[in-house]
C-alpha cells in the first residue's frame, strides 16, 4: 500500500467522504476491485459483524450500572427492499438505518433507550 500523504488523503475522500470513520464493505471493494460485486453469483450479500451498545446514564440501566449490550448486526447489500428509517421499530434501529438503511439487530439483551 502506498502511505504517501497526498494518496492517504485521496483515499480518505474517496472510501469516507461524510468523515464518520467508516468505510463500507460495497465502497471498498468497488475503489480496489472495480466491477467485483457485479460478479456475485449470490442474489444479495450480507455483512454481519458485532454490535455494542450502552446507555451512560446510570440512572436508565438496572442497578444504576452503566451496562453494554451485545447484538449480532446484519447489513443486507441489496438496495431493492430499502427500509425506511423511519419505520424501524425502536429509536436506535432508527439511527442506524440512516447509516445502513438494511440493518438489522439480534441483541442477546434488548437495550434500554431512554
Known sequence: MV?????VSFM???LDPDNTG?????VFIE???PGALDKQE???QVKQFAVHHYNGLPQSNSSRKVQYCVGAASVY???SQV???YTAPTPLLRVLRTKWPT???DWQVQPSIS
Do not use: K
Not at 3 to 7: K, L, T
Not at 22 to 26: S, T
Open 3 to 7: 502511505c504517501e500523504e497526498e494518496y
Open 12 to 14: 480518505v475522500e474517496a
Open 22 to 26: 467508516i468505510i463500507l464493505f460495497p
Open 31 to 33: 475503489q480496489f476491485l
Open 42 to 44: 449470490l442474489p444479495f
Open 77 to 79: 447489500m441489496e438496495y
Open 83 to 85: 427500509m425506511e428509517a
Open 103 to 105: 440493518i438489522e439487530i
